[in-house]
């Protein structure tokens, strides 16, 4: 987590349970950047969708931003995000030059400016980034960007997102996740708009197979879990090209009040072996004992990954939990 100026940005890979409120930003009023040149850098299609080719002996920035109104009374949190798709992209730029910057106007006219998310690089068909915002003040406006600057290949946008997440819910919940790899290890997590089940998306991981022997991946998040207390997850998980001795995961770590770890994580019986398009489920039920390293437990943290790994692609669907 990072904050800005009283401003507290979430990084996400996954967006899962948001529905109950509006997108702000459905329909936008677009405009171009760096219109003035022929043939367009920058175009919008019938259907909405945004164009952008690289330019570099221009050096510019090309893609679309649109004002986005929020008017809130008070201070609430704000998802912001957007889908991509990638078409020989350059990745020899700073992570920025190719996502989503937004800056925000608040109730008071006081500003905070460029807020940044990246997309991945290289070539992928759409995927989904995003962030939660959580001001200190209330928002009047997101100034929502697309951006891609000066940059090698062509990317697409759509699907603008601005939405208010309801503050009753746990933000490192509901589908908010954050992600780890090892040391050195190659490969991207990413939205997969493509692959899923139930949702909208699923959560994937592409490890690449340029990656150290034995690499590690996994998305993360953290709950509220007391000793005494059975925590149930399930998770439906999709695999392929998968190298020898790869493991699939679905796991819980204890942490204290100080967030250290109080014992070795639990884990669920791994998938090793391709799914050949089928999705197959994963749990894991675990009550935490009330004795021993377990008892000073404060909260868990789930992780859903691939280990043992060099290389492969693994696909996360519908993620649940449930505390008792």
């Known amino acids: 987590m990072k904050k800005y100026l009283g401003i507290f940005i979430i990084f996400i890979s996954s967006l899962a349970l948001l529905a109950e409120s509006p997108n702000l930003a459905k329909t936008p009023s ?23 080719e690289g330019d570099m002996s221009h050096q510019i920035i090309t893609g679309a931003w649109a004002p986005v109104v929020v008017n809130q009374s008070a201070a ?26 937004y800056s925000i106007t608040f109730a008071d006219g006081t500003r905070q400016n460029n807020n940044r998310i990246a997309f ?6 759409w995927q989904r980034t995003g962030a939660i915002l959580v001001p200190g003040k209330p928002v009047k406006q997101v100034d929502f960007h697309f951006i891609f ?27 908010f996740w954050g992600d780890w790899k090892s040391n050195k290890a190659v490969g991207e997590f990413f939205q997969d708009l493509q692959v899923k089940r139930e949702r909208e998306t699923s959560m994937a991981i592409f490890v690449s197979p340029d990656t150290p022997p034995d690499s590690a991946f996994c998305y993360n998040q953290l709950i509220d879990a007391k000793a005494g207390q059975r925590v149930i997850a399930k998770v439906w998980v999709q695999t392929a090209e998968l190298t020898p001795d790869s493991q699939i995961t679905l796991a819980f770590q204890g942490k204290n009040a100080k967030y250290a770890v109080v014992a070795p994580p639990v884990t669920a019986t791994a998938i090793s072996e391709n799914t050949n398009g089928q999705w197959r489920e994963l749990t894991l039920d675990f009550t935490i004992p009330a004795t021993g390293q377990w008892a000073s437990t404060e909260h868990i943290m789930p992780t859903i990954g691939i280990a043992k790994t060099k290389g492969g692609k693994v696909w996360f669907a519908d993620f649940a939990l449930e505390v008792k």
Not at 84 to 94: I, K, L, P, Q, T
Not at 149 to 175: H, W
């Open 30 to 52: 677009w405009n171009i950047y760096n219109n003035v040149y022929n043939p367009p850098v920058t175009t919008i299609g019938a259907d909405g969708i945004i164009s952008s």
């Open 76 to 101: 609430r949190p704000i998802y912001v995000g957007g889908d991509s798709m990638a078409e020989m992209v350059d990745g020899e730029r700073a992570a920025w030059s190719y996502g989503i910057s």
């Open 120 to 125: 991945n690089p290289g070539s992928h068909a």
């Open 149 to 175: 600057a000066a940059r090698l290949g062509k990317a697409q946008f759509c699907n603008a997102i601005v939405r208010e997440v309801d503050p009753a819910l746990p933000l490192d919940y509901d589908g």
